[in-house]
Structure formats: C-alpha cells, structure tokens
C-alpha cells in the first residue's frame, strides 16, 4: 500500500474497484442517450419504442402503482428462488454420495434444461390457481432447480484427491466430509448458479404472470398497459423488472463476498 493510500484511508482495490464500474456507467449513458437521440430524430412511434425520456416520465407517473406491483412479484421471485436453491443442494447432496450415478443424471438434467420451462406456466397455473403465488414461483423454483443441481453437483465431486484421502485417514464420517470439505469446494460453484438462477427467477415469474395472475403483479401490469395500449408504462414495468433482475444479482454477489472472502476469484483485480 502506497504513503497517498494510507494517508488517503483508503484500500488499494477501492480504486480498482471504481475503475471497473466507471465503463458499465458510461456505456449505459451512452446506450440511453444514443436511443433517446435516435427515437427523437427518426421520430419512431411508441408502440414500437418509447423514448427514454417518456418511460421515465411514465415510471414517475405511475410511481406507486408499479412499486406496489413489484412487491408482489419479489415475493414469488423470492419463493421460487429459495425452493429451487434449496432442492437443487439437496439433490446434489444426494448425487455426491454416489458419484456414479451422477454422471447420468446430470446429463438427463442437462436435457431437461433445453427445454423451454416457461412452457409449464399455463400447467402451473391450473396446478395451484391463477392468483396463487406458488404457481408463479413453481416456474421460477424449475428454472433455477437445474443449474443449482449441475453446478454444485460438480463443486461436491471435484475436490482434491488428497484433501479426500486426509479425511479418510482421519476416519471422517461422510456427514463430516460433506461439510468440511465438499461443500466449502462447492461454494463458487453454487454461487455461479445462484447469480444465473436469480435472473431467470425474475424471468420465470414475470412470463408466468403473462399468462395470468394477481391484478397487481408486475408481470400482469406490463401486459395490461401494452394491451391497452400504454406502451410507456408498458416499459416502465419492464424497466422496474429488469432493475430486480440486476438488484437480485448484486446481493447474490454481495452474499458471496461475505460467506466466501478467502476465494481467489473476489479479489482479481485487486492490488
């Protein structure tokens, strides 16, 4: 650490840090700026898209609605990412006692996967009811159940051969090998996919809510007002969902940082 640094109080990655979030600012006021100009001068009608000016004139407008709407779907998003966080770990659990049968069924998940799971929303929604919360945050526990299971699945079986062979001779019991060893090695990878999961739990619930759901869900928000058509409060809802979306990234990041500051990969960059 420098003398400027130390007289400054601040830590060598601070700037490090700063400097990395300088381009993703920029280059999101680049992006808005570029469309507002674009919109204006080509004068491109709404339904097609709305200017960045209008869909925040509209957010502001609508402030409390769309805010109340969120709440709603934060609480399904939420439920749909604990459920298939917690499924997903469990099985994997299950599979690291029996490597040999981990290999097939990871790749049976890895299939299931392709699969376009927000198709099972209409299913869902006859399951548990429309107005349900579970049938919105089923889709959102699917969606985020596979790549949980793959990724700590692997994180659980690749571990040092001889940090294994230690425990062993130390006669660990499995439940004790589970817990020192495999899941501190699965930790990054859980972490990977639960960065994945929390988008496309965002995406799961919002699709799902297309198909019907509270009055006052985002999702079904976004298609009252392009129905009607709003487009500006349309985008406006959209916006707000893509912002839980990067909103639900960053604590996953964040809960990383806390349970997990010894791993390598949280401090490149750093100097």
Known sequence: MS??????????????????????????????????????????????????????AAFWAEFGTIMSASVVTVQEVLLGLILGAVAGVAVALGLSRFPGVSGPVLTAAVVINCAPIVALAPIFNNWFGVTNPMSKAGVAAVMVFFPVLVNTTRGLLQVSPLHLEIMQSLAAQPRQVALMLRLPNALPYLFNALKLGSTLA??????TEY?????????????????????????????????????????????????????????????
């Open 3 to 56: 003398t400027t640094q130390l007289a400054r109080g601040t830590s060598p990655g601070v700037g490090a840090r700063a400097a990395r979030f300088l381009p993703v600012v920029l280059t999101a006021l680049v992006i808005l700026g570029s469309w507002q100009l674009v919109v204006t001068v080509f004068d491109v009608p709404s339904f097609i898209v709305p200017a960045p000016a209008d869909i925040s």
């Open 202 to 207: 965002v995406i799961g619930v919002i699709v």
């Open 211 to 271: 198909f019907g759901g509270p009055s006052n869900a985002l999702g079904v928000y976004i298609a009252y007002q392009a129905a009607l058509p709003r487009f500006e409060l349309a985008w406006a809802g959209i916006a707000v969902a893509s912002a839980l979306g990067l909103l639900l990234f960053g604590a996953t990041s964040l809960l990383e940082r806390l349970l997990m500051p010894w791993h390598e990969s949280l401090h490149d960059g750093d100097s």
